[in-house]
């Protein structure tokens, strides 16, 4: 089956810094990457939708400054957390949808095991 | 744009109890796919079934079974003979072919021993 990796599964930083994640798509290609986040027992929240070499788009009230999300390969997106802070400790998880042409019916999203950050 | 509501948060069950997860949405489009993922401790999302809009059978996968009823907009999930290890949070999902996955709010369930 399609497998989704993200590196790291986990990170912990000061206050201030940047963190950078990564989501591959190892057995296919992944023309459109979705990056969520989940906070404590919440659930998952879209914060962007990144297209391969494209600008991604970004859910109203995510700061795309703060989030910059590169698509530059169809097998690589990276969601960069600029100066993080406290709050935006989080689970951060990426979906890659696998284009199987326009043939089939719905083209599936295989989903990232994630990325806990913490902030401190 | 899609919504799912899950009304129940938090529910437990005795271990080998039968449980309803409800899941009710709401879409426009004519064309739409309902999911049911599982998300253990762990934090990674386990898919569990995929249903599209045009296809109201019930389904039936072991212990799991899933109710589509397009008339109510519901999408329920019941586990038979429940189990510890079915301990989890469940989150229902509705999206378009080509569109973002919107997720539920999630149920907490605690299978007791």
């Known amino acids: 089956g399609a497998v989704v990796s993200q590196h790291p599964s986990w990170v912990i930083c000061k206050s201030g810094t940047s963190v950078k994640i990564e989501c591959r798509s190892l057995?296919?290609?992944?023309?459109?990457m979705f990056w969520y986040r989940q906070f404590p027992k919440q659930s998952l929240m879209l914060m962007a939708t990144?297209?391969?070499?494209?600008?991604?788009?970004?859910e109203q009230g995510v700061e795309k400054d703060k989030f910059l999300i590169n698509h530059a390969s169809l097998t690589l997106s990276t969601l960069t957390v600029t100066s993080a802070h406290p709050e935006d400790s989080s689970f951060y998880i990426c979906?890659?949808?696998?284009?199987?042409?326009?043939?089939?019916?719905?083209?599936?999203?295989?989903f990232g095991p994630g990325t806990r950050l913490t902030v401190l | 744009a899609q919504k799912v509501t899950q009304a129940q948060t938090e529910i437990s069950v005795v271990e080998k109890e039968d449980v309803t997860l409800d899941c009710v949405y709401e879409?426009?489009?004519?064309?739409?796919?309902l999911f049911w993922y599982k998300q253990p401790p762990s934090g990674e999302l386990v898919f569990l079934i995929r249903?599209?809009?045009?296809?109201?059978q019930n389904e039936i996968s072991g212990r799991y079974s899933w109710n589509f009823q397009k008339s109510t907009s519901s999408f329920n999930f019941t586990i038979t003979a429940s189990q510890v290890v079915d301990s989890a949070v469940y989150f229902c999902?509705?999206?378009?072919?080509?569109?973002?996955?919107?997720f539920g709010k999630g149920t907490r369930l605690h299978i007791l021993p």
């Open positions: 979906s890659a949808r696998a284009y199987l042409g326009p043939i089939r019916a719905y083209n599936e999203q295989f």
């Open positions: 057995d296919f290609q992944a023309t459109t």
């Open positions: 990144s297209n391969e070499g494209s600008k991604a788009t970004y």
């Open positions: 879409t426009r489009d004519t064309t739409y796919y």
């Open positions: 249903r599209n809009s045009f296809d109201e």
């Open positions: 999902a509705c999206g378009n072919r080509d569109d973002k996955i919107i």
